[in-house]
């Protein structure tokens, strides 16, 4: 059984930077494909950036360049460095990782303000 737990979410300035963590609280984060998703009020979530256990990585065109995920095995942990964000940041961040199973975490709120 895996939980995954975020933090790092709140508010940032237009233009600013800030960085989510995910915590994996499981066995063998080495094997899971990690991702970030986001879902703004009353849309379906949708991909932001995932990272293979190979370390393969890919971004959403719209955080292409300003978003870096990124991942540590022994601390069992992700992360997602935002930089330069826009007002349409403004979601709930959620964590994903995937081994044949899929799980979520609880989700993290961003609000982007001017």
């Known amino acids: 059984q895996v939980q995954l737990v975020e933090s790092g979410g709140g508010s940032v300035h237009l233009g600013g930077s800030l960085r989510l963590s995910c915590v994996f609280n499981?066995?063998?984060?080495?094997?899971?494909?990690m991702a970030w998703y986001r879902q703004f009020p009353g849309q379906e979530r949708t991909f932001v950036a995932s990272?293979?256990?190979?370390?393969?990585?890919a971004y959403a065109d719209s955080v292409k360049g300003r978003f870096t995920i990124s991942r540590n095995n022994g601390l069992q942990i992700a992360h997602l460095e935002m930089t330069k964000v826009t007002f349409e940041d403004t979601a709930t961040y959620y964590c994903?990782?995937?081994?044949?199973?899929?799980?979520w975490g609880q989700g993290t709120q961003v609000n982007v303000s001017p």
């Open positions: 994903n990782a995937v081994n044949g199973k899929e799980y």
């Open positions: 499981g066995v063998g984060m080495d094997y899971y494909h």
């Open positions: 990272l293979t256990a190979r370390g393969f990585a």
